[in-house]
């Protein structure tokens, strides 16, 4: 899958959930993790895993976004995970695009 149908991909994906999306943030999101997203065992976030949880908490949200761990990214992590609930396999730019966005962190990918 090339970058562009990466991206096209998630754009559909993302529309779902933010009708007028951040196409920037997409765009940067995919370029950042084109190599993760082309992978079956890591395309997808498992909200019923807690080590994937912890991973996505760790990696992505103190380490890659620079955020403090505590009880705010259990609850957007978990915010996240109810709102894609209807999913069965969720996107793991889906996921992280919701989650810098209700985080406000979206200088991070500029």
């Known amino acids: 899958m090339t970058n562009a149908e990466l991206l096209a991909k998630t ?15 997409v765009a940067a999101l995919v370029k950042n993790y084109a190599l993760v997203l082309r992978k079956p065992d890591s395309a997808y976030v ?17 380490k890659k976004l620079g955020l403090k761990d ?11 995970c109810e709102q894609m609930k209807a999913e069965r396999r969720k996107s793991r730019a889906v996921f992280y695009y ?7 962190k979206e200088k991070v990918f500029v």
């Open 11 to 25: 754009l559909e994906g993302v529309k779902k959930y933010d009708k007028k999306p951040d196409e920037g943030l």
């Open 46 to 62: 498992s909200c019923t895993d807690p080590s994937e949880l912890e991973t996505v908490k760790k990696n992505f949200l103190i």
């Open 70 to 80: 505590g009880a705010k990214l259990d609850e957007a992590i978990k915010k996240v």
């Open 98 to 104: 919701l989650l810098v966005k209700d985080l406000g």
